[in-house]
């Protein structure tokens, strides 16, 4: 196991904070009250759950066609869900999103992802093109026409969630994009991907993007985590298409990896100097899916349950992968994919929180490291003869306060020196 | 099976010859007797056995260190050799080619390429810049400088082998390069492709080869089939390095794929409309290699004997391999890898001769293909009034003769009227 100050030496700095009062006289000699608001590290999830219920007067007659909880839920996951994580992934798969051509599910999804911003949470898209749910209505397309098409949604959703939406999966699971076989009627974003090779589709999602909206971070993701994904981006690199975050999945249906296997892939990855998100973890708190299994997506049981010996593995689990991936500086965002079993993928015990809203061993484990190890409690400090206090803690929004005053701040490591003013 | 008939819908191609006459008048009415010479498409076969003997003179003493048979064989293997197969591929292993830096084996390969263009073979050198058998020495350069050491080793073979040397795997197997960990102390090319990615280290050898000698014909070669090698392959067109081929290995030591999965990998690469090189294919005739091994060169048995079942399978799978491979127009050669089990990689009984020298069922089978099914033996044809005479084949060297007057011409798909004096 990786230890706890393996991830504490990578995340946590230490910052000399000048506290001055409204007045501009330093708080000299002075006892203050500081504590964290929120980390910088991207702690993510899916907040596929919340798109009925948050955008409900947009479009309460939708079914959830992109999975989740249900509406009725969606209330008893809401704390469970802003407690530890910061980070939502919302679902904008293209059949789902729309379905009819033409009638795109914009307004319900910018309801969603603004409900999401009030409550503090960044937002991340997924996916803007991805072969699979690529809507059926595509293939009324020439093969040029389609990529022409593909352009416009891209601009259209950047576009349209800009100030909403802060990431986008640009693209997703290229390096598979143009041989995927498993369906009975080819796709046409895998027909485009064929015709005109795998970088310049790239190029096509991250220029529309990028071109709607400069300030927004764009993750090539993908599940192919071999020397294929290596090459491809060393090719897209090479082609000059900038790249801001190198997506990595890691669906563990068929068992926890271990350290040995994450720190390999972590250390494949990291070589290209990008950030790297973690943007779909997984593991299950029951049955392990058979190793045979290829694409996950084959798996189909009437009944998966969890089971209280799973959710103690999956627990451990989860401690050993977070603390792994953290200790690793070029990570920046690890995302898990469901916080509930209701509604999850496949149907998998995948969820931190039981179908009946109980939080597993691995919520509580979870919310242990993100806002109990790895977190600044309210701690009482005192400030020396000049006003200042040295605080130790993980990038983030801290506040101070003295009495009734109060101030927040940023604990970053580029600015060691913050300077306050009590308020 | 792939019918017969689907390897002479590509191959075979039609050509009105006219004959004249030393007086330049033509041969009309006259019974012409037509046979072809040499094929076209590159028959390949490695020419390991023949280093030794054939360069004696610049290096009887030296130990043949790119294995093979060894001199004492080599004699009774010339006719089987020459009989069957039009291209060799010559050993430029490194630490082989230069166990001391400074002491190049280069005498004696020329005299080897020069002793095969001599008997009417193309001569192909096997590899320019490859990971494995690396020189140790190289390791004692800085990072830095191994880059340049590899550009003039590169440049170095090249023109020392222009005239000689008509093709080169300009680079073997990067994608695994950068990653490669089979070794107990990492390689210098391993760092190199490393520190400086993978088309980079392509783009290194293909232009200084391509500087080297503007003529030559340069492969990129990999035994990697996945979509890794697509990935890579896409890469490097994309950053604009010319590549002549890609090489395709197909070491079946694990059993042969069976058309369905050859046919599937003919077609992923055939889409980058170049030619493909199946550069080493190895059919066993004795037990097949367990499947669990990933790295081939970790099976090591004492004894590994071709058995008379093994080899009617092996001569059944020579000839299904070869039908398949040369029904799809993209193949312009197939390499198989080794004429005989002695002195086998591996030990393995993948040749096509036994060690006693003796063909085996897929020797004979392969012959009839390449010198029967798909070559014209010599056919007595009649001239029409004007000289002219059709002939069916393949794209070759043909002769024709009319009694003891002949002459040499090509059968071409492009240039389907040839005209030729006799002398």
Known sequence: MTPVTAVDAVRRSEATLTVRRPDGSVCADTDVLVAQVRHDFAFGNIGFDFVGPAGEEQGAARENVFGGAGPEAAEQLEDLWLEVFNTATLPFYWAGFEPVEGHPDTRRLQATAAWFRDRGVSVKGHPLVWHTLAPDWLRGYSATEVEEVVRLRVRREVTAFAGLVDTWDAINEVVI??????????????????????????????????????????????????????????????????????????????????????????????????????????????????????????????????????????????????????????????????????????????????????????????????????????????????????????????????????????????????VVTLT
């Open 177 to 418: 994009m143009p041989v995927f076989a498993n369906e009975e009627r080819q796709n046409a974003i895998t027909a485009l991907c064929r015709r005109i090779g795998r970088i310049p589709t790239i190029r096509l999602a991250f220029e529309e993007a990028r071109r709607a909206n400069p300030g927004t971070t764009l993750v090539l993701n993908d599940f192919n985590l071999s020397t294929a994904y290596e090459c491809l981006i060393e090719g897209v690199l090479e082609a000059g298409v900038r790249v801001d975050a190198i997506g990595l999945q890691s669906h563990m249906h068929q068992g926890y990896w271990g350290e040995e296997r994450t720190l390999e892939v972590l250390e494949r990855f990291a070589r290209y100097g990008l950030p790297l998100h973690w943007t779909e973890t997984t593991l299950v708190s029951g049955d392990l899916m058979p190793p045979e299994i290829v694409d996950l997506n084959d798996h189909q049981v009437d009944s998966w349950p969890s089971t209280p010996e799973g959710e103690e593995r999956q627990a451990d689990e989860v401690v050993r992968h977070y603390r792994t991936l953290l200790a690793h500086p070029s990570v920046q965002a690890v995302t898990y994919w469901g916080l509930t079993d209701r509604g999850a993928w496949l149907g998998a015990p995948a969820g931190l929180v039981r179908a009946d809203g109980s939080p597993k061993p691995a919520y509580v484990a979870l919310r242990g490291l993100v806002k109990g190890d790895w977190w600044l409690d309210p701690t009482r400090l005192r400030t020396d003869g000049e006003g200042r206090v040295t605080v130790a803690g993980w990038a983030g929004d801290y506040s101070v306060s003295v009495g009734d005053r109060s101030a927040t701040w940023q604990l970053r490591p580029d600015a060691p020196t913050p």
